[in-house]
């Protein structure tokens, strides 16, 4: 049975922003501060690295039973028992990740068009990860999708949406209107020397958008 996800907001980690000593104490300071989805997602390691650092985080998301989610790598999802995988556009097709994770994983999808998260959503997507909504340095070749095509999305899609890209507290007040269910932030929190207050304050952010 899937569980149930509060997507407010969403953590997705990179270490080379950390201003913690390890990974565990960067996750477990975002969840003291309120952050309620964290997602594994590190470039640049070799398969037995992610599934050891996947394996701890996760010691860390289940303490707080906050669920895990793990960026592309559906073996790695389901060698740790994950919550679930979110894979890209230029990852494997979303219909073959759920057949490998089977029905009660949650399956997230980034889309940065209307075809894009329509075709997601056919394809057995539990949430779209839509962005990048501003220019970020984490991912230099991420297209800006306008706000226009953020809410033609929202009207398309039944799925939750989480708005990535750029996202700070400077920011996220520009997304009021656009009926998304949560935000993901890379380097607020991980760059943060603060991370816990931090994620307070955007956690509070985002609550105020949703009830509006």
Request: glycine share 8%; no cysteine; net charge neutral.
């Amino acid at each position: 049975m899937k569980p149930e996800i509060d997507y407010s907001l969403y953590l997705v980690t990179d270490r080379r922003l950390m201003s913690t000593s390890t990974l565990e104490e960067a996750v477990g300071q975002a969840i003291a501060g309120g952050v309620t989805l964290v997602q594994l997602r590190e470039k640049d390691t070799s398969s037995l690295e992610f599934y050891e650092m996947a394996a701890k985080v996760k010691q860390v998301t289940d303490r707080h039973n906050i669920p895990l989610i793990i960026d592309d790598r559906a073996d790695i999802a389901v060698a740790v028992d994950a919550a679930g995988v979110h894979v890209g556009q230029s990852d494997i097709p979303a219909r073959r990740v759920r057949s490998v994770i089977g029905k009660d994983k949650i399956l997230g999808v980034s889309a940065s068009t209307f075809d894009e998260a329509v075709q997601a959503q056919r394809d057995g997507a539990d949430y779209l990860g839509v962005g990048a909504m501003f220019a970020t340095k984490t991912k230099t070749d991420a297209t800006v999708v306008s706000m226009e095509e953020l809410k033609k999305i929202r009207e398309a899609v039944s799925l939750p949406i989480v708005a990535i890209g750029g996202i700070n507290g400077k920011m996220l007040p520009l997304l009021e209107g656009t009926g998304i269910d949560g935000v993901a932030v890379v380097s607020a929190l991980m760059a943060s020397n603060n991370i816990t207050a931090e994620a307070e304050k955007l956690k509070k952010a985002m609550l105020r958008i949703k009830r509006k």
